[in-house]
Every structure is written in C-alpha cells, then in structure tokens.
C-alpha cells in the first residue's frame, strides 16, 4: 500500500479519535498496525502535531503512549543485542579445547550470577551466559569434529589418546548438562526479578522524564461536578495525568464549638453525590479515589505526593476560617517540598475575601442591598462563562492506594436493638435525584415554569413555585455561574430569584469578618436574653408535634425529606424565638443536622438575624396561624404531612382547636391522641413576655445602643475597622474597640423607650405579620388590573384611529365621519353589573 494512503487512513482515525469514537490507546496501536514499526516512529509525532494546541491534553497523552512504547523497544533491542555478542563468545569459547578446570570450577560454585552493570540498563549474567525474555538460557548445542588419528603414534598411544579424548567428552557433556539444568532453575526467577526491575526503571523515567508530565492530583471538595468546573479544566491544562481524589476527615470538617458542619442528612447526600460523581468520570475513562484523611489531610496529601509522583495538587477554594487556615498549611507544607498548590474560585460568585466597603461605608451593613453595592463599587473583574464538561480526563498508568466510600461512614444508618437497621433516608432517595444531570433538569424545570410565579408566589407551600436546587449548589453539583447564567437567560428574569445569589455570597462574607457566627450572638446585649430551659418544648418543636399545624407540617417535612421553603424556615424559626422563647442556637443545630442542603455561612446568618442578634433585623415575625392564610390558605400543604387532620374543613384546619366537637368527632380527631394540643396557648401573652426581654437587655447594656438613633451597636471586626479609619462619622469609639449602629427593628427602640406603655398589642410597629384573609382577594384583583389595562390600551388605540379619520377628512374635506361624532366623550366600560366589580373580601370596587 502506498504511504499516502496509509497516512490518510491515520488521518482518519485521528478525526475518529477527536470525535470521541477512538480512544488514545487503540489509535496508537492501529498506527502502529497501519505505518509499521519504523515508520510509526519515525512519523508518528509529525501526524499527531495539528492537535498540539487545539486539544493539548489529548497530544499530551499520545505522546506519553508513544515515548513508553519506544523506550521499551530500546532497552529490548539492547538486551537482545548484548544476549547475541555473548552467544557469539561462547559458540566461539567451545570450539576450543575445554580445560581441565571447567568442571572443577561448574562444581565448585554452581550457578553463582555475575551482574554486570552497563550504563543506562541493568544486566544479569549467570556463568557467562546472559537472560533475555524469551531467550531460553541453554548453552548451544555446538557440534564436535572427530579427531584424526596421528601417524606417527603406536597403537598403544592412540588406544590412550582415544580413551582420554572420550572421558574429555563425557567431562564435557555433562558439565553442558549440569549447566543446562542450573539454567533452567534460575531462569524463572532472574526473569521475573530482571521484569520488575525494567517495570520500576520505566516508572521512574516517566515520572523524572520531562517530556512525560508528572501526575496531577485533583482534589474534590465542593465541587462535585464536571460542567463550569474551573479546578478540573486547570488539571487538564497542566497537561498531565489527572488523579481525582476525595479526603474526608471529620474533625476537619466539622470545625470549632458547635458549628455542626456536616449533620446527617447533608453527609448522606455527600455520599449519593460522591457515587455520582463516579459514575460520572467513569464515563470518561477515570475515576474517584476516596480516602480517609487521618490523621488529617496534610499528611495524607504529602503520602499520595510521595506516592505518585504529583507534582501539582489543584483545589476548589473555601471560604470557612478553619478550612482556609487547613488549606493554608496544606499548601505551606507542599511548597516547601516543591510542590506547586492552585486554588480555583467557583464556589461563590465573588470571592468573600475580595470584598470590601470601600467608597460605600458601613451605614447598612448586613443587608443584601450594601452587599452588592460593595461589590458593584469594588469589582474584581468578569466572572466568565461556564466551562463545557471536559471530554475525557488522562488518567495515569498507576493509581495510588484509597478505601472504600463506605469505610468513610458518610451514610451510617443506626441499628435498633434486634439488630435491623433505621433506614430514615428512604424518602431523601425517594425525592432527590443526586446526579448532576439531576440538578441541572431541576433548575431548567424551574426555568420553564416556576419562575415565572416566583416574584409573588414563592412563600406559597401549596405549590411548587421555587427551585430546589439548594442541596446541589452546596456540594457543588451546580455551579452559581452555570444557575446565574440560565436564570439571566430564561425568558422571564426574576430579580428574587436572581438576588438569592447574592444573599449566599453575603453569608459566607459576614462569615468571614465573624468566624465565631455559628454559636455566638454578633450583638452583645442580646447575649444575655433570657431564654426558656423548656426541654420538652424543644422537643416537640424538632418532631412536628406542637399542635399547630402549619408549624407541625413543616417540621415533619424537614424529617422526613431534608429540605423546607425559605418562607417555612421563617415560619418555624419565628415559632421557636418568639413564642416558646428558646435560643436560636438550638433551631440552627436542628437545621444543621437534618438539612440537605445545611450550609453553615446560610444557617448560621439566618437564625442570627432571626433570632434578633445578627446584623440584619428581620422587620417581620410569622405568626403560626395567620401565616397560613398566605401560604397554605385551603390546607393543601397540611394534610400531606398532617394526615390525620385532612377531614378537617378549609376554615379550621389551621386551628383545630377551634372545631366544633361535632366536627371533630367526625373527621376522627381527637386533640391529645390523635393530634397533640398546643403547646403554649397564649401567642399574644408569649409575644409580649420577648419584647420584654429585648428591651430589658437593651436597657441594661446601654453603651450598646446608640443614643442618637436607638440603634444597636456591633463591635467591628480588625478588618472592617482598617477600611473603615477614614469614616469617623459612622464608627463610634468604646474603649479599646470600634462600635457601628446597625440595622434594628422599630419595635425594639419604641419597646425600649416606653416599656411600661408599650406591649406587644399596643406597639404601633408591630412585626407580626397577620397574613391575607383570602388569597382570592388577590387574584381578584389582579384580574381588575389586568382588565383595567386592557381597556385603556383599546380605548387610547381608538381615540388614535379616530384621530387620524378626522385628519384625513379635514384635509380632503369630506365631512366628519358619524362613527367618530358618536364615540365622542366618555367611553363605555364594563356594565354597573359586573361581577367582578365586587371583590369577595367585601371590598367593592368604585363604579366609574
């Protein structure tokens, strides 16, 4: 075949392999079929060269195909070479007299080896014959002339001479023999030795050549996943094998006190999400080892170093305090090794750390509007496109050594007495799907749908109006680049939706300046809020049993499938600190444990500010009853998770105890068995006894509240106070440390300036929120809106028309059309007699 043809056959296969419908090493090997030895090496290089750029990593490992395959052919040409000039020696050594000593010699040291060291190649010899795989170490048979007969000798002396000469061959077959058998007894074993001493030696090269890169390890940590991964496109830019990696250490990652990192619904969908993504790089020919980290990371890290051969340990970054201070002496430690260390930023829009108050002051700070105005004021450049999946990751030739994902006791289910085992997630697996695919047909599910009822309908329980991705964006399934992306995208573009972003990077700042958020109040007075010791109350509270039942139904869905809607954590939240008066730091715990979507930085500033001493005041208190009317009105959300009072009517489901005993009795209700009793009866009474409380510790501790403005003071981080030297007017000086008004709630400075006066029922700010009486009214009205819109749009489209014709009969002179004469003045509306001119609340609309 002519060498063109054969060059564009490679040249096809190398599309084939582009296209994913080849992989590197069957192309090598057809290459090698196609071209031949010689010209597969002398050419192979030159062909593969217009994909040096285009698809680096991919050159990358053909190349190192092509560098393994030939170093080997050379270290086999040059043992076969030394094996040949050896057997030429011998063949010529045998051909001569034998001495005397030979068998002397054979006998007194049997099979001792000589290893003879050549530059650059380890070779064995053994009584001077060398092995070679494939070679069977015999001695050659060499043929033996016969001896003529002197003339000049009697017949004695030749009888003689015959007779030695036989004993000398016999001498001489039998040391071939002995040596033949020796041979054959060390072949084997100097075979194998010689096979792994060349395997270590190729081994050694490829990771010390520089041609082969040196393995890269990618350590997993919050981002499992493939799409808008920037940390796995740096690994394949670095152009060597890529070993995807995951530690897990406990102590690490739970953090200080009692922060709770990973609870046990948020460790159960690490694992799911850890299987998946194994799935995932299976598909492109690698795959995830996992490791128990102990006894902690660096240590672990600095063995797979040593073990591989990396040079390189490429991360996602995060953000908590003591896990930046982990990554900080992991990397200290592998610098001085001579390891490099790269952090990639994907885990938050902006980074927390960049973020600064410059040229926006302090004044609001812990709201989400002074966030993004930091940021729009302080930016740190484009965030970017998403990144594509990478089609195939090279893998190295050797993987170093893990543990199973189960040893990782991510997904430890606890065992009853009798030995069975407690399954509590089966509805968690039942509801999730843990993929990536999985995330990404939620939110494009949303996308199509449910934003577009976002805006108003997202506190709504009844219906799927929000986008549960939540669980995905915390283990990095789902970038928020990719969510920001398609949300920008999508036809009807929530700002809501799209601000909720904003509140998560806002966290995880506010956890950055307040290490010490997770357990510890940010406003001082508030430290010593006198709490309940109720026990009992907290437990009711974590089962769903408190006899409300909004409450109730929202607690039992947290159990049972690990996630709530942001307005039912509200609901709850308020539940528990304003009425049954337990710390908030008991609700972030629970949250924490049974969430799966539990994020420390989101947990940790919601409950503060919920539970009045973080530093955004919620203006709002949610009121168990009334609360319901907005997002739960006909009692759809309660009787799925609160069966038992499903035949209760649409009016009183929200309050059973309100039911007439006949009504009861029918629909099987029994207050105290079936369904429990309210746990405190008195709201109003409960709600007056925390205003209380509030202002007595705001009146205690009064150089913490600003005279001026009745605001609350917050001592300032060292880091806010150096951006803040310049802005004397809005931090106040106490002492030794830097004190900020924040945001307060108007209730709280009128309940401290009046506490006599003023109670929960007579405090004109109050912050409870009561809640529609009907959501019908609001559809009701949206309806008029739109009516009303709509005829002012053909009503101003006809006085145009109209307009025009009158023009137009002006300048020709043609006399005033009588349809324009008729329609003069006041036009026609909707009859007296519409029935939509009454909306249901009894709220009845002015005729016009």
């Not at 054959?184 to 890169?213: F, G, H, V, Y």
């Not at 006894?295 to 051969?309: D, F, H, I, N, Y």
């Not at 710390?583 to 444990?593: I, L």
Request: proline share 7%; with cysteine; net charge neutral.
């Amino acid at each position: 075949m002519p060498v063109d043809s054969r060059v564009s056959q490679v040249r096809h296969l190398l599309r084939e392999l582009l296209a994913g419908r080849e992989d590197p090493e069957s192309f090598f090997c057809f290459c090698v079929s196609i071209l031949g030895h010689q010209e597969t090496r002398v050419r192979f290089r030159e062909l593969i060269s217009p994909i040096t750029y285009v698809h680096h990593q991919l050159h990358s490992q053909l190349l190192s195909i092509y560098q393994e395959y030939f170093l080997r052919d050379v270290d086999d040409e040059l043992e076969l070479a030394l094996a040949l000039s050896l057997v030429n020696t011998n063949q010529t050594s045998t051909q001569q007299p034998v001495p005397r000593s030979y068998a002397q010699l054979a006998s007194a040291t049997p099979a001792a080896p000589v290893r003879g060291h050549t530059q650059g190649m380890d070779t064995d010899i053994s009584m001077g014959t060398h092995k070679t795989p494939g070679w069977t170490g015999k001695s050659p048979n060499v043929p033996k002339t016969p001896d003529r007969p002197k003339e000049s000798v009697t017949n004695k002396t030749a009888t003689t001479e015959n007779k030695g000469k036989a004993e000398a061959t016999s001498s001489l077959a039998n040391d071939n023999d002995s040596q033949e058998k020796l041979d054959a007894d060390n072949q084997s074993e100097m075979s194998r030795k010689s096979r792994r001493r060349r395997q270590r030696k190729r081994q050694q090269q490829l990771l010390k050549s520089p041609s082969s890169p040196r393995p890269i390890l990618m350590w997993f940590r919050r981002d499992l996943r493939l799409l808008d991964n920037p940390a796995l496109i740096g690994c394949l830019e670095l152009g060597g094998p890529v070993i995807p990696l995951f530690l897990w250490n406990d102590q690490e990652e739970e953090g200080p006190g009692v922060t709770v990192a990973a609870g046990g619904a948020c460790k159960y969908w690490l694992h799911q999400a850890l299987v998946c993504l194994n799935q995932a790089l299976e598909r492109i020919g690698s795959h995830l080892l996992t490791v128990k980290a102990e006894p902690s990371s660096a240590e672990v890290l600095q063995r797979l170093v040593k073990e591989t051969g990396a040079g390189t340990v490429v991360a996602t970054a995060l953000y908590e305090p003591w896990l930046k201070e982990r990554d900080e002496g992991v990397a200290s430690t592998l610098q001085q090794q001579g390891i490099s260390w790269q952090l990639h930023h994907s885990y938050c829009l902006r980074d927390p750390y960049t973020v600064t108050t410059q040229g926006v002051g302090l004044r609001g700070i812990g709201s989400v509007s002074h966030f993004m105005s930091c940021c729009q004021q302080n930016p740190t450049g484009a965030q970017g496109t998403p990144l594509d999946a990478p089609p195939t990751v090279p893998v190295p030739s050797t993987w170093p050594t893990g543990c199973p994902l189960e040893q990782l006791g991510l997904a430890r289910m606890p065992r009853r007495k009798d030995g069975t085992t407690v399954d509590w997630a089966v509805n968690i697996r039942r509801d999730w799907d843990f993929t990536e695919e999985g995330a990404h047909a939620r939110l494009e599910a949303f996308l199509q749908d449910g934003v577009y009822r976002y805006e108003k309908e997202s506190g709504w329980a009844d219906a799927p109006n929000t986008s549960c991705v939540s669980p995905y964006l915390h283990w990095g399934q789902l970038s928020p680049r990719w969510l920001l992306w398609d949300a920008r995208a999508a036809r009807c573009r929530s700002p809501k939706f799209q601000r909720k972003l904003a509140w998560r990077d806002l966290a995880y700042w506010q956890l950055t300046l307040f290490p010490d958020l997770p357990w510890e109040s940010l406003r001082p007075p508030y430290k010593a809020l006198r709490w309940s010791s109720e026990r009992a109350h907290l437990r009711v509270w974590q089962k769903g049993t408190t006899g409300y039942p909004l409450v109730d139904a929202a607690m039992r869905q947290l159990w049972q499938t690990g996630w709530m809607n942001n307005y039912m954590r509200h609901v709850v939240a308020s539940f528990l600190v304003a009425y049954l008066h337990l710390p908030w730091q008991e609700g972030y715990r629970w949250f924490q444990d049974t969430l799966v979507d539990a994020d420390v930085a989101i947990d940790a500033m919601m409950w503060q500010n919920g539970g009045m001493s973080g530093l955004d005041h919620w203006n709002f208190v949610m009121h168990p009853v009334d609360a319901a009317m907005t997002c739960d009105p006909i009692g759809t959300y309660v009787r799925r998770w609160c069966p038992e009072l499903a035949p209760l009517p649409d009016e009183l489901i929200h309050k059973p105890w309100k039911c007439p005993t006949s009504i009861l009795r029918r629909a099987g209700v029994v207050l105290g068995q079936t369904y429990p009793e309210r746990v405190v009866t008195d709201l109003e009474e409960r709600r007056t006894q925390s205003l209380r409380d509030v202002a007595e510790v705001r009146q205690r501790f009064k150089e913490y509240v600003d005279q001026h403005s009745g605001c609350d003071l917050v001592p300032l981080p060292d880091r806010l106070v150096e951006e803040a030297l310049g802005s004397t007017g809005e931090v106040l000086r106490c002492g030794s440390r830097f004190l900020l008004p924040v945001i307060t709630r108007m209730e709280f400075k009128h309940q401290t300036a009046d506490p006599d006066k003023a109670d929960g029922r007579g405090n004109p700010y109050n912050a409870v929120l009561k809640g529609y009486v009907s959501r019908k009214r609001d559809e009701t009205i949206a309806f008029l809106n739109e009516r009303d819109f709509t005829a002012s749009v053909m009503h101003e489209s006809t006085q145009q028309r109209e307009r025009a014709e009158r023009h137009h009969c002006l300048l020709e002179g043609l006399p005033a059309s009588p349809s324009s004469a008729t329609s003069r003045g006041r036009p026609r509306r909707t009859p007296a007699k519409d029935p939509y001119s009454i909306v249901p609340g009894g709220v009845a609309m002015p005729q016009r």
